[in-house]
């Protein structure tokens, strides 16, 4: 089965508020995660990585926090705009990589924006 | 614009019948990746292929196959299909060695089966 889910399959949040989205999974020899973004009607897209030596890594208004101890990510958005209302997947990846490049996803937690 | 070109974008067709979705990877990349996704489901990795063979398979359905042709393009032939198999299939690419941000997907092919 899959060893990467989502604690919560939707979460709405009011626009300029930040969110949290979460994921947990079970092998602890996961060690590449990656977040992406998939909008109705389109692929995902991506939007962050972190491997298992960062704790935390940050982009354009998106923070990934990685706690290796509890098995568990997180997607922090910050003042979230109608435009960040998607479907968001944690992805992992099994070393090794090169030969078994398989993301595995989540099922997906559905962010509205509330104007 | 991810560079990743599917077709058709969608299809319907009856079941026991056979189809082939096409996928055309970025410019340059040489990994290709299938995946399905059911309604309100995740994506469920099928198979990759690198350079014109197989790297690695996930739960792809013997009554699916695939493969990369030498310019790279990659076709996935989904054949006495079955209700059930009524999703978004979507293709990806990337450059290897694989890296996150370098994977980009498709817009991805609707199949329905009636």
């Known amino acids: 089965g899959e060893s990467v889910g989502l604690h919560l399959p939707t979460l709405s949040v009011q626009e300029g508020d930040n969110s949290i989205i979460n994921c947990a999974y079970s092998n602890s020899a996961s060690d590449y995660f990656i977040w992406y973004k998939q909008e109705s009607g389109k692929g995902p897209q991506f939007i962050i990585d972190i491997r298992s030596n960062m704790d935390k890594r940050q982009g354009q208004r998106v923070t990934v926090l990685l706690n290796k101890t509890v098995k568990h990510l997180s997607l922090q958005i910050a003042a979230t705009q109608p435009g960040d209302s998607a479907v968001y997947f944690c992805a992992e990846i099994l070393p090794p990589y090169f030969g078994n490049e398989k993301l595995t996803f989540g099922t997906g937690t559905r962010l509205t924006i509330i104007p | 614009d991810s560079g990743v070109t599917q077709t058709p974008k969608h299809l319907i067709t009856a079941t026991g019948q056979r189809v082939t979705l096409r996928c055309s990877p970025r410019s340059g990349d040489l990994s290709v990746y299938w995946y399905q996704q059911s309604l309100d489901q995740g994506l469920q990795f099928l198979i990759q292929?690198?350079?014109?063979?197989?790297?690695a398979k996930g739960n792809i359905l013997e009554r699916f196959s695939a493969q990369q042709f030498p310019d790279l393009h990659s076709e996935l032939n989904l054949s006495s299909l079955e209700l059930g198999d009524s999703a978004l299939y979507f293709c990806?690419?990337?450059?290897?060695?694989?890296?996150?941000?370098?994977?980009?997907f498709g817009e991805g092919s609707w199949l329905t089966v009636v």
């Open positions: 990806a690419s990337s450059l290897t060695p694989f890296s996150g941000n370098t994977i980009y």
């Open positions: 292929y690198y350079n014109g063979e197989e790297r």
